[in-house]
């Protein structure tokens, strides 16, 4: 397995953690469909639907990790999320698109309702 992959592994277990100290129940990770990939899909107690991005800070990057958020992977994330809904008949779910950042080893930020 590549460093890379490692790294983003790591950085989901520890946004895994995160999210079920928070009393979110994990769906899925890594859900993958023909339209892209969301890293994390939550529930909430209310029984909203949580789509998680879930990025490294790196700190000698040029771009910070939300602007490597661009209207691109926003729309794919959005279609992925659509399918994820329809394939698991959620037809009248609420959702909402969060980003977590993860840096040495601990989430520093989740911002909820990134975009929409």
Do not use: W
Not at 51 to 67: A, G, N, Q
Not at 84 to 99: N, T
């Amino acid at each position: 397995m590549s460093e890379k992959k490692v790294k983003g592994k790591q950085g989901e277990n520890i946004a895994l953690d995160y999210l079920t100290s928070k009393g979110i129940r994990v769906r899925h990770t890594n859900f993958f469909s023909r339209y892209g990939e969301i890293d994390i899909v939550g529930e909430t107690l209310k029984g909203e639907i949580l789509f998680i991005e879930v990025k490294h800070y790196k700190p000698h990057s040029l771009v910070h990790p939300l602007e490597a958020i661009t209207l691109k992977k926003r729309s794919r994330i959005k279609t992925t999320a659509r399918h994820y809904l329809m394939e698991h008949s959620l037809f009248k779910a609420e959702c909402r698109f969060d980003v977590m950042i993860i840096d040495q080893g601990s989430v520093t930020l989740h911002l909820e309702n990134a975009f929409q």
